[in-house]
């Protein structure tokens, strides 16, 4: 995937580096700048706000640390980043990402699918040390797993969308339905029999200054782009990992 990909507008990520105790490793940044808001599930910076910054940092496979909030906001930090933002993580390779963009939306997403399944999934069990409502990565910094538990293998299908039109507070929410949507028809269609992973992310930037668009959901105007770019991006991604797996 080049990087910043030559087609994008607003989501133009730069491949950074940061290293921890397993090595070297590849990170996406976003520097978005002022009159962004944004929403995530992300565990750093989640929730809804002013973000200026978007962070997708690649990690080993034997990750331990239990503060990835903490670790995500050292490595932007080193990167110049200041203020808020949104910090995610994966142990994806971030260079197989995918890009794209429609009407306007851009998408970029990043796919870790060994360890996938349904969401509602009657016999699966949650991880002993990460909510499955809050979808962290680990334990926040202030606490610790309990004797005898590991900290969960960060894994993830990572979504950054960023829209050129502000979007109402709920629309910001339906976006994020949305995306979800598309990213699930996605990997339906590159042929994995699953919803996602367990520890998926997304994140939406929409504009702070203009007229709020109301709506967002997969017929809405800006709603059909949003789930098409995701839908490409995400398809792409997931079509690369697989490929790389099976070869």
Known sequence: MPIPHPDAALLRALLVQHEDASGAWPALLWRAGDGWQMISSAVLGGGTGPRAWVLNAQVGHGYSRLDPDRHLAEIAQRHG???????????ARVTEGAFATDGGVEALVTAGIGVCGWAADPTATAPATASTTRRTIAPPAATKPAPGRAAPVPGTVNIVVALPVALSPGAMVNAVATATEAKVQALLDAGFDASGTPTDAVCVAAREAGEEVPFCGPRSEWGSR?????????????????ARRLS
Not at 81 to 91: D, E, P, Q, S, W
Not at 226 to 242: G, I, K, N, Q, S
């Open 226 to 242: 949003l789930a098409r770019a995701v839908h490409t991006a995400t398809r792409e991604a997931a079509l690369r990992y697989r």
């Open 81 to 91: 980043m200041t203020g808020r933002g949104v910090g995610l993580m994966t142990a």
